[in-house]
């Protein structure tokens, strides 16, 4: 099975695309890959539970659905550390939730380790 990184950076502007990327990752895992995501840009804003209980692409699904079989599988979710500062996400938001701030440079590390990337 491959290693695949989803690096997504629309938030809930783009609803659809937001979606695709969990979708995607969802996706994978039920094939039995190993998945890894990383948020950065305008996407970090998917971890605020306002994006998470309420945001729904057009074709691809609930947020909260997909977030929920994501998280529930133990793939690891990277936020930009940037991102996240810039558009305010607290550690309080992210309470309770998986993830790790990380910068660009590791999202250079994680494309290199893995197999295939999908981006939205």
């Known amino acids: 099975m491959a290693k695949i990184l989803v690096h997504i950076t629309h938030g809930p502007e783009h609803p659809t695309r937001a979606a695709l990327g969990f979708h995607v990752a969802k996706a994978a895992i039920e094939e039995g890959h190993s998945v890894t995501l990383f948020l950065a840009g305008d996407g970090v804003q998917l971890m605020r539970d306002g ?70």
Do not use: C, W
């Not at 994006?51 to 998280?71: C, F, K, P, S």
């Not at 250079?108 to 893995?114: I, N, P, R």
């Open 51 to 120: 994006a998470i209980n309420h945001l729904n692409g057009l074709g691809t699904g609930n947020l909260r659905e997909l977030y929920d079989a994501v998280v529930s599988s133990g793939v690891k979710i990277y936020l930009s550390g940037m991102s996240s500062k810039t558009r305010g996400l607290t550690e309080r938001e992210l309470e309770g939730k998986p993830y790790e701030f990380a910068n660009p440079k590791q999202l250079v590390q994680l494309a290199v380790e893995h197999d295939r990337i999908f981006t939205y």
